[in-house]
């Protein structure tokens, strides 16, 4: 299963959205879509609970997310630019991400200070779009996120569609459907 997620909380018209819809429908595989904004997820209070019990402590929307982002066979990670870079949503997701880290490992455990990388070469693909500029610096933050997990980066595409519908612009929604194929490609191999 290809997994999407996307950080707008405009759903339906959400350029984001768009974007990470077609490049699931490119992979022709099974795929799934989550609106991290159905999510409820809570800040990482930075505790490092995760580190020495195995798990996070917060029982919300990440509870179900860390098994899915294990479980898939790829990532396809989407953010508007809000104010220069990421949604809150798509950085709650990222900041907690830490305890996937640990899951299943323990204080008796002698791990590695940062745990493990469950997501190691996981391949990713990254989709951002902004009204106006900052769209650089969104693709950064989650590249950032994807690097230190040591995933497999695939491709990633920044949009600036002003006020307008991501959809009517051809080259975009092209570009978008070539980065699908790149994942269905990668997963053949």
Excluded at 58 to 64: A, L, R, S, V
Excluded at 125 to 145: K, L, N, P
Aim: aromatic share 6%.
């Amino acid at each position: 299963m290809i997994l999407g997620l996307c950080g707008s909380g405009r759903k339906e018209n959400s350029n984001t959205g768009k974007l990470v819809q077609e490049v699931l429908k490119a992979t022709n595989a099974k795929t799934e879509l989550v609106w991290l904004i159905d999510l409820n997820i809570g800040y990482c209070t930075g505790c490092m609970r995760c580190a020495f019990e195995g798990n996070c402590w917060q029982k919300d929307g990440m509870t179900e997310l860390y098994k899915k982002m294990i479980d898939c066979q790829a990532l396809v990670i989407g953010s508007p630019c809000y104010y220069g870079d990421v949604s809150g949503l798509v950085k709650s997701m990222m900041d907690r991400s830490i305890a996937l880290g640990y899951m299943g490992i323990g204080k008796e455990s002698d791990m590695p200070v940062h745990g493990r990388k469950p997501l190691f070469n996981k391949p990713a693909v990254i989709v951002s779009t902004v009204a106006g500029h900052g769209v650089d610096r969104a693709i950064q933050t989650i590249e950032g996120y994807v690097n230190f997990g040591e995933m497999k980066l695939l491709g990633k595409i920044g949009a600036v569609v002003g006020m307008g519908d991501v959809s009517e612009k051809a080259d975009v929604m092209a570009e978008a459907k070539k980065l699908g194929e790149k994942i269905k490609e990668e997963l053949k191999k």
